[in-house]
């Protein structure tokens, strides 16, 4: 591991929600105030991470960097440990890209404007958070109060059936983050001895098979419901047909990601053995979201309920990477969810620059609009090649890589393998 003097990570963290508590105080009657502090914090977080990981993060180094470690809460075991990898600094800056330009979309939200960028900046926090976290339960504390921002915004910022949406996905991600703090609390209690929630230290730790089977099992449910698995997944649609476009596309761009940052981290990293056995499952599973997805996708007239089903079918393609087991299928997986996060973000940006235009999302009554909106029309285009993993875009490549990868994969032969021994 390597540590950096300054707390890159920590600043990182807390700068946006310590920036949130100041907006109730800001002098600003018509929020116009309120828009440029909000998106001034959103930029200058980016830079800061952008700073830090240019000159402190090393790519070629493969161990956890940026290490910070302090005793917050020692009565419950509980640390402030953050450090980044490969894994986690892409996803880290895709969500403060994402972030910072969906505050910039929002420019013209005028209801409750202090409200809406104080939950902006708290969701900024509690996202970065969530993939920086090196303590199972500082995970999970992110991963909860990243819940309650995201529900506010669609509830009050929402369309017509914005509480059923609002409410579906709380429930959802509520009940099944449940499954996070019960696998935590086994994992760090097992073996007696000395408590820990450190991942570092908890892959250190040997667990029985079957122990680890019901863990995994658990964890699949908790990420499956954010990664939008079948049959997991019915809070989106709803979830994006009536957020705003803003919320959209920190939705589509950076929370569905966590889903499948989680599989990686924990379900891949921790519990090894057990991911051989679901590893067929998972790719059963990533065909169906990816099949399912497109078909239901072709059967939408609204734009935003199109763009979530395209979200869920390419979800699918994550879940087939890591289920490979394979280096060249987890590094297609983690392109195919940047990749896709930049793309839905610009594809969900155009849609609610398209709705401000046209004052509808249903595509029947978009007749002409190439004709009305050229700029817009060859965005979307575009957006919509890469998309469909046109060759030479960035989605063209995740996918590639993640069929090479399942393609080459002995996960099937280590099953049989591992069947056998356990019985």
Request: charged residues 10%; proline residues 4%; hydrophobic residues 55%.
């Amino acid at each position: 591991m390597i540590a950096a003097q300054f707390p890159w990570l920590t600043a990182i963290v807390l700068f946006p929600l310590l920036a949130s508590f100041l907006i109730p105080v800001l002098p600003d009657k018509d929020g116009k105030l309120v828009r440029w502090y909000a998106l001034g914090v959103g930029i200058a977080d980016f830079i800061l991470m952008c700073c830090a990981f240019w000159q402190h993060y090393d790519a070629s180094n493969a161990n956890f960097q940026l290490v910070e470690n302090y005793v917050w809460m020692p009565q419950l075991g509980l640390n402030w440990a953050v450090s980044v990898d490969g894994i986690s600094a892409p996803l880290v800056l895709l969500a403060g890209f994402v972030t910072t330009l969906a505050m910039f979309s929002a420019w013209q939200v005028d209801r409750r404007p202090k409200l809406f960028y104080f939950l902006m900046l708290v969701l900024y926090s509690a996202q970065v958070g969530v993939f920086v976290a090196q303590d199972l339960l500082l995970f999970f504390i992110m991963w909860e109060v990243e819940l309650i921002p995201v529900y506010l915004l669609v509830c009050i910022w929402g369309g017509q059936r914005r509480r059923y949406a609002a409410t579906k996905f709380l429930l959802y991600t509520a009940a099944a983050s449940i499954f996070i703090l019960v696998a935590a609390l086994a994992m760090g209690l097992y073996g007696g001895g000395n408590v820990t929630f450190d991942v570092a230290e908890l892959a250190q730790k040997e667990y029985p098979l079957t122990l680890q089977l019901l863990l995994y099992a658990g964890l699949l449910i908790a990420f499956g419901v954010k990664l939008a698995i079948f049959p997991l997944h019915t809070w989106l649609p709803d979830a994006h047909g009536e957020a705003s476009s803003p919320v959209s596309m920190i939705l589509a761009g950076v929370l569905l990601k966590m889903g499948g940052y989680g599989l990686i981290r924990l379900n891949l990293d921790l519990l090894a053995d057990a991911h051989v056995y679901f590893a067929p499952v998972l790719a059963i599973l990533g065909v169906v979201n990816i099949i399912y997805g497109a078909l239901n996708s072709f059967a939408q007239t609204n734009m935003k309920r199109r763009l979530a089903y395209s979200s869920i079918s390419h979800m699918g393609f994550v879940l087939i990477g890591i289920a490979s087991f394979t280096d060249l299928g987890i590094n297609g997986a983690m392109l195919q969810m940047i990749s896709h996060g930049l793309i839905a973000s610009v594809l969900f940006f155009l849609a609610g620059v398209t709705y401000d235009r046209s004052h509808t999302m249903m595509m029947a009554e978009m007749g002409g609009i190439g004709q009305a909106m050229p700029k817009v029309f060859a965005l979307f285009t575009m957006g919509a090649m890469a998309s469909l993993a046109l060759p030479g875009m960035s989605g063209f490549v995740g996918e590639l890589s993640v069929f090479v990868g399942i393609a080459t994969s002995d996960v099937l032969h280590l099953y049989i393998l591992h069947r056998h021994s356990f019985s």
